[in-house]
């Protein structure tokens, strides 16, 4: 009786352990659709190959903001500024070869199999839609976020673009 009580527990102990050790073997999440990568200019398509998701403003979201905030890093000078800058505009970045495109501002982002959008106008998870231009070549197209400024960074040797805050009206 003993030896099957024993079995038993060594059993379940196996049994419980598996699903653990497989957790540990999940590949990170891919990179987010239309995201610039280095060496890539244009960044990449979204995920499976077809048209990048498409971005819904929610009308609880939609003028309420006005601009996003940036802050540029000069590396070789070892300085930062930060620019307000309106949404759906485009921004010559002082002192650099660059131009920033700034498309639409989610308080909320969220993303679905089909869309980007803003689950609230609170600034839950805050990002900017990004494209960025060095000497008229595009070397940046994809999000920003505020909060979590290393996901899916904007990576140069010479500048840094980082997303500060949205700008409400």
Excluded: R
């Excluded at 244009?42 to 903001?65: A, D, F, L, R, Y």
């Excluded at 495109?101 to 998870?125: Q, R, V, Y």
């Amino acid at each position: 009786m003993k030896k099957f009580a024993l079995l038993t527990v060594a059993l379940l102990v196996f049994a419980l352990a598996l699903p653990a050790c497989k957790k540990k073997e999940q590949a990170p999440p891919p990179p987010m659709p239309g995201q610039g990568m280095p060496g890539q200019p244009g960044g990449m398509p979204s995920m499976g190959g077809g048209p990048e998701k498409k971005v819904v403003v929610p009308e609880g979201v939609k003028g309420n903001w006005k601009a996003v905030k940036i802050e540029v890093e000069y590396k070789e000078k070892k300085s930062k500024k930060v620019f307000s800058i309106p949404l759906n505009s485009e921004f010559k970045v002082p002192d650099s070869d660059l131009l920033v495109k700034i498309g639409e501002f989610l308080p909320h982002f969220t993303m679905a199999a089909d869309s980007i959008t803003s689950t609230s106008n609170n600034p839950e998870n805050p990002a900017a839609q990004m494209e960025v231009l060095q000497n008229q070549k595009e070397i940046f197209h994809g999000w920003l976020f505020a909060k979590f400024p290393t996901v899916h960074p904007f990576q140069n040797d010479k500048y840094g673009i980082t997303l500060v805050e949205g700008v409400k009206k």
